[in-house]
């Protein structure tokens, strides 16, 4: 008998076709350990044991008739709750969803489901997403399973929390500045952004229509793999007009090595100020451990990169405002009662079924899209995301990725950063990719010696061209021995298989 | 030019967003504070440069055959409304006068 979480994906679905263990006994091992480590991590919002168990009989139903078992059959995920579930709710983090039945399944989620991932439940998140630390969420905060005084991370901490503290294997989250990528860093563990439209987005809830993404959370390169390719196996969706094709198989090219290929630094940001002492040695140290494999390190510039932030801080906020204006508690959502007009009852659902980020990102946008602000603002930052883009068009010309860092610390403790505009500067690494939409990775690269919390580093890559940061991410995952770790105080905690 | 309260509270009624207590003066402050982190954009000036709405650029849109296909369901599209009526979502008066329409 061992933990389940010592696990990989890979063999936790060997195990299942072999017969050493059932899927249902998966099931029931990931169950036991969520029992014994989310209490005090509070990575889930909702446990789904129903779902996960009639998920595991059937494959091992499956598997008794001699029927050929899908690619990630047995293996345990857990969904960020902005994604439908049928037979959950979606809440997002919100008063305002605190009651939302889903009323169909993602289609994200179904690709999981239908692979063989075991729906485990739904994780913690920033309210609406808004957020990079998973403190706005209206059901509590999450903890980092490495120090539970600091944050996750987030907007998707709940995702990266409940695959660093080995309740899941996988775990499904959404990026519309960072989201996935930098509570990966916070947590240790592995988190892909892929390219805009490489991932359908039906049955998400939308925040930022031209930024956000989904993307898999593992504890190793090849587990993402797994799940990528599950996720736009199936081909595009015709639910999501962004979906596109992408007939690739991540696993194919996974060992294949760095040699011979080009690795682009980025001095203003990997030197950028403010960046602590021990990320700005991961970075050098990733660096290093890439050229050491053969790979070629050279340094490239990203004009305009320094605009990403007030760009971002532009368009998601006019997406937002945009988006979330259809909670007026009228179809869905939290509704205050014995208003006499249409309007009192709009004002005041919202106004208690919001949060104060919420609340603070849509005024933002309101204002931005107001006549006579709009083209000082809006205009010009589409028109900056143009040059961006460009930016990165030129700098991928010479280099094959860029490598920065993911975030400009390690996790900081709650409370510590209590400012909203001081939180946005969390995504500063991460925010220009979903400006320009290519694919980017966080990998981590062990703990901080000043820290002791997990250090990651970031590679972006061309649009479409994910796969490829899959066989970087991988050799920076070799050259650390970082694959596969759960934080020491949550390993081995219930979970027996 | 910095926002005064009075224009918070004009945004928040076309946001309808309800603010009580001491939120419109810690609105006030955030928008504020936000829109100077916003500067570099305004201070931007890009000269004959197309804005990037979308980053699926030149990609395709995915299109759907024009067939009549089954949606969700009456009884899901209705389940998560806190007043219905048959096949409607009731709503409080919308001109006022009160009661619900």
Same mark, same amino acid.
């Given at each position: 008998?061992?933990c ?16 050493d263990?059932?899927?249902e ?8 350990a ?7 991590i509070?990575a ?7 779902l996960?168990l ?6 091992d ?7 050929a078992?899908?690619?990630?059959a047995?293996v ?31 289609t ?22 808004f ?21 996750p991370?987030?907007s ?21 500045g960072?989201?996935?990528r ?14 805009y ?16 993404q ?13 799940a ?8 595009a ?9 992408c ?11 760095v ?5 682009g ?6 030197e950028?100020e403010?960046?602590s ?17 053969g790979?070629?390190?050279?340094e490239?510039?990203?004009?305009h ?21 259809r909670f ?10 014995g ?11 919202r ?38 883009t ?7 010309e ?5 490598l ?22 969390s ?18 690269v ?17 649009a479409?061209k ?5 066989t ?12 596969g770790s ?12 | 030019?910095?926002?005064?309260? #009075? ?8 946001a *309808?967003?309800?603010? /009580?207590?001491?939120? @419109?003066r810690?609105?006030? +402050? ?5 829109v100077?982190m916003?500067?570099?954009i305004?201070?931007f ?8 709405? #979308? ?8 299109? *759907?055959?024009?067939? /009549?296909k089954?949606? @969700?369901?009456?009884?899901? +599209?209705?389940?998560n ?8 979502f ?8 009160g009661?619900?329409s």
């Amino acid at each position: 008998m061992s933990c389940f979480d010592v696990l990989s994906a890979r063999e936790i679905v060997r195990g299942v076709a072999a017969g050493d263990f059932s899927a249902e006994e998966v099931a029931r091992a990931s169950l036991d350990a969520i029992a014994a480590r989310d209490g005090e991590i509070h990575a889930l919002l909702q446990v789904s044991e129903e779902l996960a168990l009639s998920r595991a009989r059937e494959l091992d139903e499956a598997r008794a008739r001699g029927e050929a078992l899908p690619p990630l059959a047995g293996v345990p995920l857990s969904v960020k709750d902005n994604m439908n579930l049928i037979g959950s709710r979606t809440t997002c983090g919100s008063r305002m969803l605190e009651d939302y039945e889903s009323p169909y399944t993602a289609t994200c989620v179904k690709r999981m489901i239908d692979a063989g991932c075991l729906p485990m439940g739904k994780a913690n998140m920033d309210e609406f997403a808004f957020g990079s630390s998973t403190e706005t969420s209206y059901f509590g905060k999450t903890a980092n399973p490495w120090d539970t005084e600091r944050v996750p991370g987030g907007s998707s901490g709940g995702s990266a929390a409940s695959v660093a503290s080995g309740e899941v294997t996988l775990s499904l989250g959404s990026d519309t500045g960072g989201s996935i990528r930098q509570p990966a860093a916070f947590c240790g563990v592995v988190g892909l952004k892929p390219t805009y439209g490489a991932v359908s987005r039906y049955g998400i809830v939308a925040f930022g229509s031209s930024l956000d993404q989904v993307g898999p959370f593992g504890r190793r390169v090849e587990d993402v793999a797994m799940a990528m390719n599950a996720l736009v196996g199936p081909g595009a969706d015709p639910m999501d007009s962004t979906s596109q094709e992408c007939p690739v198989d991540f696993l194919e090219h996974l060992e294949d090595g760095v040699e011979g290929l080009k690795v682009g630094l980025v001095p203003a940001l990997s030197e950028a100020e403010g960046i602590s002492n021990e990320v700005r040695a991961a970075v050098r140290g990733a660096a290093k451990a890439l050229e050491d494999q053969g790979a070629e390190i050279l340094e490239v510039e990203l004009p305009h990169i320094d605009d990403s932030i007030a760009a971002y801080y532009v368009i998601g906020p006019c997406e937002a405002f945009s988006n979330l204006a259809r909670f007026d508690g009228v179809r869905y959502g939290y509704q205050e009662p014995g208003c006499a007009t249409l309007a009192e009852q709009s004002e005041k659902s919202r106004a208690k079924g919001f949060g104060a980020e919420a609340k603070r990102r849509q005024m933002l946008g309101a204002y931005l899209l107001s006549s006579g602000v709009y083209d000082r603002y809006y205009y010009k930052a589409q028109q900056a995301r143009t040059l961006i883009t460009r930016s990165y068009a030129k700098a991928f010309e010479r280099a094959d990725v860029l490598l920065f860092p993911s975030a400009p610390r390690t996790a900081f403790k709650f409370g510590e950063i209590s400012s909203p505009t001081e939180m946005y500067l969390s995504d500063m690494f991460t925010i220009s990719s979903n400006i320009a939409g290519n694919g980017s990775i966080s990998v981590p690269v062990g703990l901080g010696p000043e820290s002791g919390m997990p250090l990651a580093v970031q590679l972006q890559g061309p649009a479409f061209k994910d796969r490829r940061l899959l066989t970087f991410a991988r050799a920076i995952e070799r050259a650390f021995e970082a694959e596969g770790s759960v934080a020491p105080a949550c390993a081995g905690k219930g979970g027996e298989l | 030019m910095a926002l005064s309260e #009075h224009d918070v509270r004009a945004i928040a009624e076309y946001a *309808r967003i309800g603010l /009580e207590g001491d939120e @419109l003066r810690e609105m006030t +402050a955030y928008m504020n504070d936000a829109v100077a982190m916003l500067q570099p954009i305004v201070d931007f000036d890009p000269k004959d440069v197309d804005p990037t709405f #979308h980053p699926i650029g030149d990609l395709s849109d995915v299109m *759907r055959d024009d067939v /009549e296909k089954p949606g @969700l369901d009456l009884e899901s +599209a209705l389940e998560n409304a806190h007043a219905t009526d048959g096949r409607l979502f009731r709503v409080p008066s919308i001109l006022g006068g009160g009661g619900l329409s």
